[in-house]
């Protein structure tokens, strides 16, 4: 069974057991990426104020998003309708499912009176001490950025020929291979858009740490726990609609938002997780 699979699996044990809201606010962007700006976003919102993101760099695959997935024909929509299309066969329909599942992993959070750790840095609770090597799947400018300035030799894998690239310490190349000496792994969460995910983990067997990370990186982390993932970090969104209007405007989710992380030793499970939620609906 595929990562995918699996968590959709879990969003739906969450419908079955609560009332999810409809989707009431999405952005579907129109992206543009550039060397000089941060990564953007998409954004679904459940009527409650749930949210959950979306990473909106993937390329090509992404530009019709906006002409594709019109944002009235996904409001009002059932959230697990639209987390489904998380098993679609291109990275525009994924980055929809992806999204929505994040909505309803924040939506079972709340009930639960679940709050993840907050993280103190992009690292995602990945902590460097000399002779470490990092890895990274999938480039993400403000970790590749944040790993230079600190020095750590670093060999990120890319999909994009266009991002090839080696200098002292620091490697962008499209063959995994090159994280064969790296002791420490963060795996971004578009890895899951592109469905890459499965095929990538066994590239990491050897490391000591591995950990996925990224906004994206929202929904239930049961299966990525179960496949030997250490940790797993990702953005809570707090308030919905300042997150869109930040996110249009193509801004930083500075105060509205979180980064958190969750350690497989301190998740408490989803069937825990939905019985919290049980007990306390009225």
Known sequence: MTILTEILGL???????????????????????????????GLLALADGC?????????????????????????????????????????????VGIAAINAITEHVYRA??????????????????????????????????????????????????????REDNFEISLDPRVLADCNKIICTGATLLNDSFDAMLEYCAAAEQVALVGPTVGFFPDAVFARGIDIVAGTRILDS?????CLSRNEKLTHCAQRTVLRRADYPGLPALLARAARAVP
């Open 241 to 245: 609609a300042a997150a869109q209007d």
């Open 112 to 165: 639960a009176a679940f709050a993840p750790a907050l993280a103190s840095d992009s690292f995602g609770g990945v902590r460097f001490e000399p002779g470490d090597r990092l890895g990274m799947i999938g480039n993400f400018p403000p970790l590749a950025r944040r790993a230079r300035e600190l020095g750590i030799p670093t060999r990120i894998v890319e999909r994009k020929a266009h991002m090839v690239t």
């Open 51 to 95: 949210a959950g993101l979306y990473y909106a760099w993937l390329g090509d695959s992404q530009a019709d998003m906006p002409a594709r997935f019109l944002v009235e024909h996904l409001l009002g929509q059932p959230a697990l309708e639209l987390a489904r299309m998380v098993l679609g066969d291109d990275d525009g329909s994924r980055s």
């Open 11 to 41: 969003a739906a044990q969450a419908d079955a057991a609560l009332p999810l809201p409809p989707v009431a606010s999405a952005l579907i962007t129109d992206p543009h990426p550039a060397s000089d700006k941060d990564a953007e976003f």
